[in-house]
Nanobody, 125 residues
């Protein structure tokens, strides 16, 4: 079965950086878009970024555009989220996710079938 394991979260001051990683197994990684989502306390889970199966196309939520960069390594079955200029409002649990379909790009929560356990990111002011 598909397994996704996130790492790299932690506590950082505003303006700082973190790099999240997600290791995937149990799937043909290079045929799937990979997505990052986040959920803050008391809020719904929301889209952050996604990257196409080849890595050629990336998409970001407006709230993180210009600060976050998503990348992937298909040889290592990993996807990363480089987060710079972090703000307190970026505080959330961050999840990587795989869509239900291969070769399918979406930013919608309901289109994703498999999720990691999440990694906590806390940005202090």
């Amino acid at each position: 079965q598909v397994q996704l394991v996130e790492s790299g979260g932690g506590l950082v001051q505003a303006g700082g950086s973190l790099r999240l990683s997600c290791a995937a197994s149990g799937l043909t990684f290079s045929t799937y878009t990979m997505g990052w989502f986040r959920q803050a306390p008391g809020k719904e889970r929301e889209f952050v970024a996604r990257i196409s199966w080849s890595g050629a196309r990336t998409y970001y939520a407006d709230s993180v555009k210009g600060r976050f960069t998503i990348s992937r390594d298909n040889a290592k079955n990993t996807v990363h989220l480089q987060m710079n200029s972090l703000k307190p409002e970026d505080t959330a649990v961050y999840y990587c996710a795989v869509p239900k379909l291969t070769y399918y790009g979406s930013s919608k929560l309901q289109d994703y079938a498999n999720w990691g356990q999440g990694t906590q990111v806390t940005v202090s002011s």
